[in-house]
């Protein structure tokens, strides 16, 4: 794609020389294939910054790391054993409905800040209670979950030049079970569905809407509820416009499998909770 606009390509993570009309690019999967308006591109690819960084308080994925390196990640993770929700990293990289060479190139920070409803790295992240780091031009640093920091279809919480440094993982996320549903209109398609529950060691409930919602939805109970207070609780949360409207599924049908998805997963981790009860 030629993007007439652009006049200069400067490789810098620093937020100190973002000027108005510049854009940041990581992978460029966006940016090289829907276009874009902006007149420099501050190129991070040569951040340097480490992709995962393993601590006792959790994981923290720099914004750079692309989808192929957190896909492998699991399997070289010291602490595998104790995370048993790393299981949700290769579903959710396998929900990108992608080519090798996006797999390979696209970022999970582009992943976030590009907004898709159907943002699979939000989706991972939002759901395990990550935290985003952004390094603001003027040198201020903020932080806010990234079921926050997306706020609706294409649109984010970012101010002007501000740059998702990474997202950091709890490891009380991390350690808990979950419970994974995606759909899609088509084989290989778009997600037009995908939510995830987590039952956390303290027996909270955290269920996390996304693809089918414009913005992530996020629902917090003290335990597994029951099926009508389920319900009851989405309905609550998802008002009528909120649903996702696009060729990769109807509004009326993301709210009708939404509704089946979160019975199954409420199911699924009410029986992991009376199981965890009984031993
Ligand atoms: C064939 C194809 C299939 C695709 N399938 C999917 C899909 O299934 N699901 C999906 O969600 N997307 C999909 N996409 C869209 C896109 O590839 C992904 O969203 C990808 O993860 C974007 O990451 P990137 O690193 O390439 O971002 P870039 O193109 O580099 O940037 C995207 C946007 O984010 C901004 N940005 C990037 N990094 C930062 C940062 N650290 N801080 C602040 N702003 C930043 C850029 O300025 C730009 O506005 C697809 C695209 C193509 C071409």
Known sequence: MDLNTVTAHLPTADPAAWQPGDAWLAGGTVLFSYGTTARRLLDLTGAGWQALTERPEGLEIAATCTVAELFAFPDRSARAGQWPALDLVRRCCESFVASFKIWNVSTVGGNICTALPAGPMTSLTAALDGVALLLAPDGDTRRIPVAELVTGDGKTALQP?????????????????????????TTLGRSGVLLIGRLDADGGFVLTVT??????VQLRMPAVPGSAELAAALADAIAPDLWHDDVHGLPDWRRDMTGRLAEEIRAELAAAAAEGARA
């Open 211 to 216: 693809a089918a919602v414009k913005r992530p």
């Open 161 to 185: 030049g501000e740059l998702l440094r990474s997202v950091s993982l709890p490891a009380a996320a991390l350690g808990a079970r979950t419970a994974f549903r995606r759909l899609s209109l």
